[in-house]
């Protein structure tokens, strides 16, 4: 079964930083990869979706990496600003599921 | 477009009681997914729909979660009876899939807000 993983848990950073946050996966035979972003006591807000074919993604501030040999993925936030508060979620898609990793917590600093 | 739609946003109910879920998903997409989340186990997929056929349900966690949808912008996710332990937040999304296959060039999936469900 696939496993995401995404360290570390939480992150505090102050504002301006640019920072990375990881998500990894055991099972490289995944159509795409998606990052999210969720609020407290809201949904999901997708970020960024990568398919399994391309490297990266970008999207303003945000840039996705995928690896997939490697079953890695990376989402770089550049000038992070206090806005970015908020949980991390990537999520891979194989044949028959969305596997979704539990999260970075990030806290940006003003 | 007022993105996906899901009643009630706040649901709070006895054991034993049947509690049903709402979704209303993007106009124009063609497939319906059902999500739980709760600390301990996170996101989990339960069912999805492909041109309002179910395709894979092996999510469901028991008989007592049923789901339907009777059209394109329309579906509900039943418990009967409910339990204690059904107590999570429930997220509908909605995606344009090429195809009934999940992956399958799958486009991004967007989120309802999810009804957080506490069953007492």
């Known amino acids: 079964k696939q496993e995401v993983t995404q360290i570390p848990a939480a992150l505090s950073v102050p504002e301006g930083e640019n920072l990375v946050l990881n998500c990894s996966f055991t099972?490289?035979?995944?159509?795409?990869l998606q990052w999210f972003r969720q609020d407290p006591g809201k949904g999901l807000t997708s970020l960024l979706l990568?398919?399994?074919?391309?490297r990266e993604q970008t999207s303003g501030r945000l840039n996705a990496s995928l690896d997939k040999s490697s079953g890695r993925s990376t989402l770089y936030i550049a000038a992070s600003q206090p806005g970015d508060s908020a949980t991390y979620l990537c999520?891979?898609?194989?044949?028959?599921?969305?596997?979704f990793g539990t999260g970075t917590r990030l806290t940006v600093i003003p | 477009d007022a993105g996906v739609i899901q009643s009630p946003r706040h649901e709070v109910t006895e054991m034993g009681q049947e509690v049903t879920l709402r979704c209303k998903p993007i106009s124009g997409h063609n497939s319906l997914f059902w999500y739980r989340q709760t600390m301990m186990r996170g996101l989990e997929l339960l069912i999805y729909f492909n041109n309002n056929v179910p395709i894979d349900d092996s999510g469901m966690p028991e008989d007592r979660f049923s789901a339907k949808m009777p059209n394109a912008s329309f579906s509900t996710l039943k418990i009967q009876p409910s339990e204690p332990r059904d107590s999570a937040v429930y997220f509908c999304a909605s995606s344009l899939a090429l195809s009934g296959l999940f992956g399958d060039r799958g486009y991004e999936q967007y989120f309802g807000p999810g009804t957080r469900l506490t069953v007492t």
């Open positions: 990568i398919q399994s074919s391309q």
């Open positions: 099972d490289s035979a995944i159509y795409n």
């Open positions: 999520a891979v898609t194989g044949a028959n599921n969305l596997f």
